[in-house]
Nanobody
Framework: QVQLVESGGGLVQAGGSLRLSCAASGIIFSIDNMSWYRQAPGKQRELVAGITTESSTNYADAVKGRFTISRDNAKNMVYLQMNSLKPEDTGVYFC?????????????????WGRGTQVTVSS
């Protein structure tokens, strides 16, 4: 079964750092774009950072300059280095990946989601 599993979340004081990891496992034929989303209490899920197969990246304005997304295709992993964390960064962080798997039709990539990892930044 194909799944994404996030790790690295936790409690950190403002100004601290965390490194999130997401591992994709299962029978995967190819990996397209990978992204990190987050959802704060009472708010909609929002895109935090994305990375393409060409390693082009994009970031939400709120995290630009503080977060760095990277990927390791050989390991089927994507990372999010979070520095200078702020209380407003608090939320559940989700890994998203477009994957071609046995569930795909005509080799079209499908979106897969992890279950999320909690990040809490205290003042």
């Amino acid at each position: 079964q194909v799944q994404l599993v996030e790790s690295g979340g936790g409690l950190v004081q403002a100004g601290g750092s965390l490194r999130l990891s997401c591992a994709a496992s299962g029978i995967i034929f190819s990996i397209d774009n990978m992204s990190w989303y987050r959802q704060a209490p009472g708010k909609q899920r929002e895109l935090v950072a994305g990375i393409t197969t060409e390693s082009s990246t994009n970031y939400a304005d709120a995290v630009k300059g503080r977060f760095t997304i990277s990927r390791d295709n050989a390991k089927n992993m994507v990372y999010l280095q979070m520095n200078s964390l702020k209380p407003e960064d608090t939320g559940v962080y989700f890994c998203n990946a477009l994957l071609v798997t046995r569930e795909s039709i005509n080799s079209y990539p499908l979106a897969y989601w992890g279950r999320g990892t909690q990040v809490t930044v205290s003042s």
